[in-house]
């Protein structure tokens, strides 16, 4: 009997002591990214639609206008912004993200040519949806002169 009482208090302490020590050994909790740090990244378009209507879809074999295809928007960096427009002009400035975290505004556009058309060196994108580490949807807050003055969506990816 004291053989089997011995055994019982044995086999408690242990399930007790492995119990105590689980509660302390569990990880912490991976922290999410911000939409600042998600948006940081380097972009191609995916797809491009003129008010509503698709101009491009990587992969596609005939597209309304492949020029997509060099699209590229560089957000690498904390505050300076790169952008490869459609028509292969290169431009840089700087951008920012507003506080609700639903608008991207690229400011100071310029390149040898001069600023991108009609935007005196400035296009507003809205943010659509929620922004991941490998897409990001962005619209054209007006109509942009270069989409023959309609509003631009944009599927980007990165890589």
Do not use: H
Not at 15 to 33: I, Y
Not at 94 to 116: F, H, M, Q, R
């Amino acid at each position: 009997m004291k053989i089997f009482q011995g055994l019982l208090i044995c086999l408690l302490s242990v399930q007790l002591l492995s119990c105590g020590s689980s509660a302390g050994s569990d990880p912490a909790p991976t922290p999410q990214p911000t939409v600042s740090q998600l948006v940081s990244k380097s972009w191609s378009v995916s797809s491009a639609s003129w008010d509503g209507v698709t101009q491009y879809s990587k992969g596609a074999t005939s597209n309304l206008v492949s020029g997509y295809s060099q699209f590229k928007l560089d957000l690498t960096s904390s505050t300076s912004a790169s952008l490869t427009e459609f028509d292969g002009r290169k431009f840089t400035g700087t951008y920012t993200l507003s506080v609700d975290n639903k608008k991207i505004t690229l400011n100071g556009l310029t390149s040898s040519e001069g600023a991108p058309s009609g935007t005196n060196g400035t296009l507003e994108f809205n943010i659509v949806g929620t922004p991941s580490a490998s897409a990001l949807s962005l619209e054209t807050s007006s109509t942009y002169i270069k989409a023959s003055n309609k509003k631009v969506s944009l599927a980007l990816v990165n890589p």
